[in-house]
């Protein structure tokens, strides 16, 4: 089944960056099937309802793309009212009614209508009622009420998102008159004036930012003009949620080109907007933290690529957020508890509201990355010596001095676990680096060499899978051979000093293992 293109302009936009936009959207059998069954569902009931399909899907299916998101736009009912009238269908027909999930609207998370969902053929279909939208100067919340497919197509964020598929005639519909042209002309254009539209709901500012770095389309001039008035930026800090934020700038990072994404907003002088900081923090920061941190995000994308190391999602996510914030990794504020905190740990926190651990992973990133810094020389150089000059406020035990350095990596990879890639990444990223954070791609390429040196080291010593390394002796045992009288701070001392015995020796047995600590004992008491 394939659609006709309907338009209520021929006009023809030109663009530097032409797309290639097919003529006809084909559907697959699942969507087959999916979109009789909906047409089905009108006749016995007598319903004049126009099925439509809304937004990404439309814009991705002209574009060659498979978008597995199904939103229903209809044209005189709620959603929940189509669904109930699905499952009446299936009941004349003899087929198992299914289960109406019903999304209530949330304005205060950017859900300003009730949604109702629906699984057919095993997809979750979305629907809801088409709608026109009135703001007021002081919230993002619109009011609502039922509104014109033409209507609904100019309240949307971009005329790329703007396209219907209507599933009772088979055709695409483009009520601005623009959509089809700027998705073939690669523009990222508003249906309504651009300052208006982001003053309406300042989230479309970073949706266009985000479209255009996905895409590679261009944002046009009166848009980037308006995402950069001052206007849009108090309305930014003020009428959107710090979640909402928060969700778009992971889609950012997430996605195809997230080096792109951070460029624009830079450009757009929305980086301290978007990121915002502490109140006592805004001070010490500078243009030129600005700079470098949209720099470094851009060198650990080209570093990660031209190592070629396969990151998981979660770790290439990390590391983004880690080498973007990399210039603020020592910066730190007193909160309201009078404890010193990373600055990193704020953003993610208050300003993105992402997960917890997302702040700790970073920061813990940050802080592996500058040790894992002070042992490259050792690595690169075979002199076991230089690992004497190291300092992180942790005794290491007395061995020679060939092995302490698989000692210290062991320890670190132990903290990091399956993210010590992703802290070598950040490691050699930062080596040798200057204050400008400018480095040309030659210099890149021995950042590079220095990654495949400490990574083909640490595999050569077996440490890849340090953090499973089980203790040979338990705390229980401890107390028992040291003939002590409890737990406690001692018991973890000698915890500690046996994991780096092991270490040291891979292939030492628990009988190696007891000599070792009973001697070390017996050294100590002789000195006390």
């Known amino acids: 089944m394939c659609c006709s293109v309907m338009s ?6 030109s663009s530097s960056l032409p797309v290639v936009v097919k003529e006809n959207i084909v559907l697959t059998d699942k969507e087959k099937q999916i979109f009789d069954h909906l047409r089905q569902v009108l006749h016995p009931f007598s319903l004049e309802t126009k099925l439509r399909v809304a937004g990404g899907w439309v814009r991705d299916k002209l574009l060659g793309k498979e978008y597995y998101d199904i939103d229903i736009a209809l044209d ?4 929940r009212e189509f669904c109930e009238k699905v499952n009446e269908y299936l009941v004349s027909t003899g087929e198992k009614t299914q289960g109406i999930g019903v999304i209530q609207s949330n304005p205060d998370q950017s859900k300003h209508l009730e949604t109702a969902r629906m699984r057919l053929f095993d997809v979750w279909i979305d629907f809801v009622n088409l709608r026109s939208e009135d703001y007021c100067e002081s919230s993002r919340i619109p009011t609502m009420q039922f509104g014109t497919a033409e209507q609904d197509a100019y309240r949307r964020d971009l005329t790329i998102n703007s396209l219907f598929y209507n599933i009772n005639t088979c055709s695409v519909e483009d009520f601005t008159g623009r959509g089809l042209d700027d998705l073939k002309s690669g523009r990222i254009v508003t249906p ?4 208006e539209t982001f003053l309406d709901d300042p989230l479309r500012v970073l949706r266009a930012i985000r479209f255009s770095a996905r895409f590679e389309f261009e944002m046009v001039g009166d848009l980037k003009v308006a995402a950069a008035d001052n206007d849009v930026k108090s309305a930014i800090s003020d009428k959107i949620s710090r979640e909402r934020i928060g969700h778009e700038v992971d889609l950012m990072v997430r996605g195809n080109q997230p080096t792109k994404a951070m460029d624009y907003i830079s450009e757009l002088g929305l980086l301290w907007v978007v990121f915002t900081l502490p ?8 243009k030129e933290h600005d700079r470098a941190c949209v720099q470094y995000i851009n060198l650990a994308w080209r570093h990660m690529r031209g190592v070629g190391s396969s990151l998981s999602d979660d770790q290439m996510r990390l590391y983004l957020y880690a080498s973007l914030f990399l210039p603020l990794r020592k910066t730190v504020y007193i909160d309201n508890k009078k404890k010193t905190v990373p600055v990193v740990n704020y953003i993610f926190r208050n300003s993105l509201k992402l997960k917890a651990s997302d702040a700790d992973d970073v920061t813990r990133l940050h802080a592996v990355a500058e040790k894992v810094l002070t042992l490259i020389p050792a690595v690169l150089s075979g002199e076991d010596k230089q690992t004497g000059e190291i300092c992180w406020e942790t005794e290491v035990i007395d061995v020679h001095p060939s092995l302490k350095l698989r000692i210290l990596l062991g320890l670190l990879l132990r903290e990091i676990k399956d993210f010590w890639r992703t802290a070598l990444l950040l490691s050699t990223l930062m080596y040798k680096n200057d204050s400008s954070v400018e480095v040309i791609e030659g210099d890149l390429e021995k950042k590079r060499q220095v990654f495949r040196e400490v990574e083909q080291e640490i595999l050569k010593l077996g440490l890849h899978k340090v953090w499973e390394i089980k203790p040979l002796i338990n705390g229980k045992d401890i107390i ?8 406690g701070p001692v018991v973890s001392e000698w915890q500690r000093k046996l994991i780096q015995w092991q270490l040291a020796y891979p292939s030492g047995t628990v009988d190696e293992c007891i000599d070792w600590m009973q001697t070390q004992a017996q050294l100590k008491r002789a000195r006390t």
């Not at 309504?192 to 300052?195: E, F, I, N, T, Y």
């Not at 006592?280 to 920061?285: A, V, W, Y």
């Not at 028992?480 to 737990?487: A, F, M, S």
């Open 8 to 13: 209520k302009t021929n006009e023809s936009l």
């Open 192 to 195: 309504l004036p651009p300052k």
């Open 480 to 487: 028992r051979l040291l003939e002590l009288d409890k737990g």
């Open 76 to 79: 005189d009912m709620l959603g």
């Open 279 to 286: 109140e006592s923090c805004k001070s010490l920061i500078s």
